[in-house]
């Protein structure tokens, strides 16, 4: 059984297009989290919630909007995709807010063009 | 400057070498320090963590924090082939994580 589970793991699509990438966790876990690992590995934050509620809402474009419907699953939506949102996007949950371990998607692989 | 710093390598070193992975962080606040490993094209994994300063071991792998100097370590000793990935080091406090840039590591049999 997978813990973490995102979908879709590649996504491919043109400059301008609106798109979502969807998580769920089957950990029971509170809190969830969206990473983007840039092109040189770096991985940062964007988001985090804490049953469906936002808590972390680092400097992410407004393009980038959030949703959570039930603790178990966090989605991402992106409007008017732009070059430089090209990435590997990770989905995460931990069991609570403080939890220090956090258990990682797969990833999902945008490639804007 | 960033928050967590990581040579980003790549290091590549023979089978059975003793392997040493750095960082250093700027924000004293932080208490607990990790080290993910994360495979081609996989999510990282949780490989430990230590709270505050010392060792911690686990089988070949150890952790060390200096929070005097702000310096992460890990150690990874008789390296193999299947230790090949990429190692985040990552400071966390309240739900705060911050990851650094991570190091790609190859161990040729």
């Known amino acids: 059984d997978t813990a973490v589970s995102q979908t879709p793991k590649y996504l491919v699509t043109q400059m301008g297009n609106d798109k979502s990438i969807k998580c769920e966790q089957n950990?029971?876990?509170?809190?969830m989290y969206w990473y983007k690992q840039d092109s040189k590995k770096f991985l940062k934050i964007m988001f985090s919630?804490?049953?469906?509620?936002?808590?972390i809402n680092e400097t992410v474009p407004n393009r980038f909007s959030p949703k959570s419907p039930d603790k178990a699953h966090l989605n991402l939506h992106i409007n008017s995709l732009e070059l430089g949102d090209s990435a590997v996007y990770f989905c995460?949950?931990?069991?609570?807010?403080?939890?220090?371990?956090?258990?990682f998607g797969p990833g999902t692989r945008l490639l804007v063009l | 400057q960033k928050e967590v710093e990581q040579d980003p390598g790549p290091l590549s070193v023979p089978e059975g070498a003793i392997v040493s992975l750095n960082c250093t962080y700027s924000?004293?606040?932080?208490?607990?320090f990790m080290w993910y490993r994360q495979y081609s094209r996989k999510g990282p994994e949780l490989l430990m963590y230590t709270y505050s300063s010392g060792n911690k071991e686990d089988g070949r792998f150890t952790a060390q924090v200096d929070k005097s100097s702000k310096y992460i370590s890990l150690f990874i000793r008789d390296s193999q082939p299947s230790d090949s990935a990429t190692y985040l080091c990552a400071i966390h406090e309240n739900n705060d994580m911050r990851f650094g840039a991570g190091t790609r590591l190859t161990v040729k049999p």
């Open positions: 995460a949950s931990s069991q609570n807010r403080l939890a220090v371990t956090q258990y």
């Open positions: 950990l029971g876990h509170d809190t």
């Open positions: 919630y804490n049953n469906k509620e936002l808590i």
């Open positions: 924000n004293s606040a932080f208490q607990y």
